[in-house]
């Protein structure tokens, strides 16, 4: 029970702290981009079970892949791809809390 609560929470609640916090001129922007990073979800579309509870998503999914996180650390060295570098990482992040949790 607890877990979807925290797993959806650092979805959704966090990233509105983090834009309140880092960005509070463009907060609502920031935060829309964060949300955003919710699409690289899109790859669960790929697997044989759209949705298990019981998979981990790190390493299992295109979008979730070593090579990807590779690519999302990238993004965080050009200040114009940062604020998706931070979104993309934090997804990552909340996703292996999420594998950690099962």
């Known amino acids: 029970m607890i877990r979807p609560i925290i797993h959806y929470g650092f979805h959704l609640l966090v990233p509105l702290g ?21 699409l690289i979800d899109l790859d669960h ?3 044989e079970d759209i949705f298990d509870p019981n998979r981990c998503s ?5 979008l979730h892949s070593t090579y990807a996180i590779i690519g999302y650390f990238i993004l965080l060295i050009p200040k114009k791809t940062r604020i998706f570098g931070i979104a993309l ?5 909340t996703d292996q809390l999420d594998c950690w949790m099962m």
């Not at 880092?22 to 919710?38: D, E, F, Q, R, V």
């Not at 790190?58 to 295109?62: L, Q, S």
């Not at 990482?89 to 992040?93: A, F, K, M, R, Y």
């Open 18 to 38: 983090i834009a309140l916090l880092l960005y509070p001129k463009t907060w609502k922007k920031t935060y829309l981009i964060l949300i955003g990073a919710m």
């Open 58 to 62: 790190i390493g299992f999914h295109v």
């Open 89 to 93: 990482l934090w997804h990552i992040g």
């Open 45 to 47: 579309l790929l697997a």
